[in-house]
């Protein structure tokens, strides 16, 4: 399942939210994150991590 894409390029982190139907398709236990990076120029670096987050009211 597809549950992100990206272009351009970043010289930071950048948090992206999944969409409702990857967020309901991942389930508690061990998964496989397949990522494709397609260089384009000159150097290149990827990191991907998934987190989960949740806002606490005050």
Do not use: F, N, W
Not at 16 to 39: F, M
Not at 40 to 58: F, R
């Amino acid at each position: 399942m597809l549950i992100g894409t990206a272009s351009g390029y970043s010289t930071s982190y950048q948090d992206r939210a999944l969409d409702e139907a990857a967020t309901k398709a991942i389930k508690p236990g061990k998964y496989i994150l397949a990522v494709h990076c397609h260089q384009t120029g000159d150097g290149q670096y990827i990191d991907v991590g998934l987190v989960d987050v949740e806002e606490v009211s005050k």
